[in-house]
C-alpha cells in the first residue's frame, strides 16, 4: 500500500473538499455572454456531424479532455484508472494530476499509472512549474513523462494557490527562464496550464515565446482552489486570507479570447466551469482545440465506470447536437461560426 506523504495527505484532502464542499469560484466562466446563431436548416445528417480531431499526432473522437484532478493516493488511484478507461473506451484525452509525490516517492507511481488500460489516448503528464525553482530540473520533468508513458507534459501554473496553502512554495522569480529550459530539452510538447484563475495575453506570450507548445488556459469560473484551500486551512487566519479570494481571475471566455489573440496558431485547451458539450462547442467557436471538464467526470468515476462512460457519451453528444443546429459538419466549420455576445 502506497505510504501516506505530506503531498499524498494534501491531495486526498482536495478529492474530498472537492466532492463535499461549495468551491465554485464567484465568477462565472463568461460564457453565458455567447451564443450561437441558430440555423433552422443545417442541410446536414445529425449522425455525419464529425468530431474527430488529432492532438500531437493522438486521434481522438471528440474534442474533449478528462481534466488533470489527482494522483498519489490508493483512492485517487482507483479514479485514474477509472477515468483512463473510459478515456479509452470513448476516444478522448485524459490529462493526470500533479505527479510531484511519486516523484519524491517512487512507490506512490502506481497511482499514476494508467496506460495499460489506455494504451491509445492522448495522456499528459503533470508537474508544478513552480518546483523547478525548488530543486526540480529536466530529469524529474522526464520522469514524469516516462512513468506514465506521457504523450506530453503539462506544467501547472498556480501562484495564487502556492500563496494561499500554508506548505506553499511562492518563489516564482526567474521561473520563465527555467521553464523555456524544459521546452528546449524535452523531446515531446510541453503544456502550459493555470489551475482555476486564466492565462492573461502578457503571460501567454512569455510561454509562446520560451517554447510552450499549447496553453490550457483553466480560467475562472468553476473550482476555485481559493476555496479549497479554505477549507483546509489550519486556524482561522489563514482562512481568512482564502475566503478573500473567491472571485479572483480571468473568466475562461475571456482567457481563451485573450490567449488566442496573442498565440493565434498554438493550440488552446480551454478548461475551468465547462459543464455541458455546448460549453464546450462555444469553447472552439472562440479559438480553443479542445475543452477540458474535470468535476463531473470526478464524480461519475467516483460512482462507476460505466457511468464515467456515460457521462463522457453525453457531453460528446451535446457537442454534436450543437454543431448540427449550427450548421458545422465538422470541427473545422465550428471553429468559423459566429457567436453573439451579450452585456449582462
Not at 2 to 29: C, F, M, Q
Not at 175 to 198: M, Q, R, S, Y
Not at 322 to 330: E, I, R, Y
Amino acid at each position: 500500500m502506497p505510504k501516506v506523504t505530506p503531498t499524498s495527505a494534501r491531495k486526498a484532502d482536495h478529492i474530498r473538499i472537492n466532492l463535499d464542499e461549495d468551491v465554485r469560484s464567484g465568477l462565472t466562466t463568461g460564457l453565458e455572454r455567447f451564443h450561437f446563431i441558430h440555423q433552422a436548416l443545417p442541410e446536414l445528417n445529425l449522425e455525419e456531424v464529425d468530431l474527430s480531431l488529432s492532438v500531437f499526432d493522438r486521434s481522438m473522437a471528440a474534442p474533449i479532455l478528462i481534466s488533470s484532478m489527482t494522483g498519489g493516493t490508493d483512492e485517487a488511484g482507483e479514479i485514474n484508472r477509472t477515468l483512463a478507461q473510459a478515456a479509452q473506451e470513448t476516444g478522448i484525452a485524459m490529462g493526470l494530476g500533479s505527479q510531484r509525490a511519486a516523484i519524491e516517492h517512487p512507490d506512490l507511481a502506481v497511482t499514476f499509472k494508467v496506460r495499460d488500460v489506455a494504451p491509445d489516448i492522448l495522456l499528459l503528464a503533470n508537474l508544478g512549474a513552480i518546483q523547478l525553482n525548488y530543486g526540480y530540473g529536466v530529469d524529474q520533468c522526464q520522469r514524469a513523462v516516462d512513468m506514465i508513458e506521457a504523450d506530453a507534459l503539462i506544467l501547472h501554473l498556480n501562484p495564487l494557490q502556492e500563496a494561499l496553502q500554508p506548505e506553499g512554495d511562492t518563489n516564482f522569480a526567474g521561473l520563465l527562464k527555467k521553464i523555456e529550459g524544459v521546452c528546449d530539452n524535452l523531446t515531446i510538447p510541453v503544456i502550459a496550464k493555470e489551475v482555476g484563475w486564466g492565462i492573461s495575453e502578457q503571460t501567454a506570450r512569455q510561454l509562446i515565446n520560451a517554447g510552450i507548445a499549447a496553453i490550457d488556459v483553466a480560467g475562472a469560473g468553476g473550482t476555485s482552489w481559493a476555496q479549497v484551500e479554505m477549507h483546509r486551512a489550519q486556524n482561522e487566519s489563514q482562512a481568512r486570507l482564502a475566503a478573500a479570494f473567491p472571485d479572483w481571475g480571468i473568466p475562461t471566455a475571456d482567457s481563451i479570447v485573450m490567449v488566442r489573440r496573442t498565440a493565434p496558431d498554438s493550440p488552446i485547451f480551454a478548461s475551468g466551469g465547462l459543464r455541458t458539450g455546448l460549453d464546450i462547442a462555444k469553447c472552439i467557436a472562440l479559438g480553443a482545440t479542445l475543452g477540458g471538464m474535470a468535476g463531473p467526470f470526478l464524480k461519475a468515476a467516483t460512482r462507476s465506470l460505466d457511468d464515467t462512460i456515460l457521462a463522457i457519451h453525453e457531453v460528446a453528444r451535446e457537442i454534436q447536437v450543437t454543431m448540427f443546429a449550427v450548421g458545422a459538419g465538422n470541427l473545422e466549420e465550428l471553429r468559423n461560426k459566429p457567436l453573439t455576445k451579450q452585456n449582462i
